[in-house]
């Protein structure tokens, strides 16, 4: 069984947070060789506290390095110009395909959210890799990282996403699931998911 760590996941064990010990769980099951559990790549773009996108990747790997899970899988994810970062993303190869299979994520994940980032900028403002980057385009980021999260996830045909993001995951598992994510746990599911699957 294939699974990808969300974001959150990585926040859980930082932050010892109910279900760390889950995560965790996880990991050791990983190395046990009982499942696979990858990261998204996609996850060094995520905002930093300041509200800002990262610049490099290095807050990534040091994060990940603190942690003692460098030896985890990576899920790379697709080239996007200002928000991704080298060696962590693939060429998409089809564009209007790409286009499309975001587009139908997005309205599924976040329908209430613009999909342009100059949408959520004031009008006259110019869209720059620094604008692109900037704290004013925070919640814009956010809902892309969790989109990519997924269109990473199903691209690479991974069974489950693990994130504890109820609201934009969990309460949306039926039109994602005919999107192509497969199953959608928190931790501790996934945990339970596992466990029933050595008994059976």
């Known amino acids: 069984m294939k699974l990808s760590f969300d974001w959150n996941c990585v926040i859980e064990v930082e932050e010892d947070r109910p279900q760390a010990s889950d995560v965790t769980e996880l990991v050791k099951l990983?190395?046990?060789?009982?499942c696979e559990v990858a990261l998204l790549?996609?996850?060094?773009?995520?905002?930093?506290?300041?509200k800002r996108f990262p610049g490099?990747?290095?807050?990534?790997?040091?994060?990940?390095?603190?942690?003692?899970?460098?030896?985890?899988?990576l899920v790379l994810a697709p080239s996007v110009s200002s928000l991704t970062f080298l060696d962590f993303c693939f060429c998409v190869g089809n564009g209007e395909k790409f286009e499309h299979d975001i587009d139908a994520l997005w309205r599924?994940?976040?329908?209430?959210v613009q999909r342009k980032p100059r949408?959520?900028?004031?009008?006259g403002v110019q869209m720059t890799d620094e604008t692109i980057q900037s704290e004013a385009l925070s919640k814009w980021r956010n809902t892309w990282c969790d989109v990519?999260?997924?269109?990473?996830?199903?691209?690479?045909?991974?069974?489950?996403?693990?994130?504890?993001?109820t609201r934009d995951f969990q309460d949306n598992a039926s039109a994602l699931a005919e999107l192509g994510m497969k199953r959608i746990a928190k931790p501790a599911e996934?945990?339970?998911?596992?466990?029933?699957?050595?008994?059976?």
């Open 119 to 123: 949408d959520h900028l004031h009008e």
């Open 41 to 50: 790549a996609v996850s060094a773009s995520e905002n930093t506290k300041s």
């Open 30 to 34: 990983h190395r046990l060789g009982r």
């Open 148 to 165: 990519i999260s997924a269109y990473s996830h199903i691209h690479e045909g991974r069974d489950v996403f693990v994130t504890n993001n």
């Open 108 to 112: 599924v994940i976040a329908p209430s």
């Open 190 to 200: 996934a945990v339970s998911a596992l466990e029933r699957s050595r008994t059976v």
């Open 56 to 73: 490099n990747a290095k807050l990534f790997r040091d994060r990940i390095l603190a942690l003692g899970w460098q030896d985890l899988p």
